[in-house]
């Protein structure tokens, strides 16, 4: 049984940054992903990380902003978030997979964790 965990989260003022992070078992062979889910909306792809560390994709909307990066270490990624926006307020989950396929699908990946809530104030 794979655990994902993230960690990280709250309220932030527009402009601000925050750091997620998210750990998992058996985590140095996975690729690894953020997605996140504003109310009312679809779940979105944010970023993933290639297991090596060596290969990231970003969505449009937060390229140059938010930064992933993976520590093999302590079997953690981390999501650094810069120039925050109140349109980037959503529950961000955390999603592993050794499966290959559109990294930027969500039903590519087989572990998810629980969310955790990021709130960007105007």
């Known amino acids: 049984q794979v655990h994902v965990v993230e960690l990280g989260g709250g309220l932030v003022q527009a402009g601000g940054s925050l750091r997620l992070s998210c750990a998992a078992s058996?985590?140095?062979?996975?690729?690894m992903a953020w997605f996140r889910q504003a109310p009312g909306k679809e779940r979105e792809f944010v970023t993933s990380i290639s297991w090596s560390g060596v290969n990231t994709d970003y969505a449009d909307s937060v390229k140059g902003r938010f930064t992933v990066s993976r520590d093999d270490a302590k079997n953690t990624i981390y999501l650094l978030m810069d120039s925050l926006k109140p349109d980037d307020t959503a529950v961000y989950s955390c999603?592993?997979?050794?499966?290959?396929?559109?990294?930027?699908?969500?039903?590519?990946?087989?572990?998810w964790g629980q969310g955790t809530q990021v709130t960007v104030s105007s």
């Open positions: 058996g985590f140095s062979t996975y690729h």
């Open positions: 999603a592993a997979t050794s499966l290959v396929g559109d990294f930027r699908l969500p039903l590519t990946y087989l572990y």
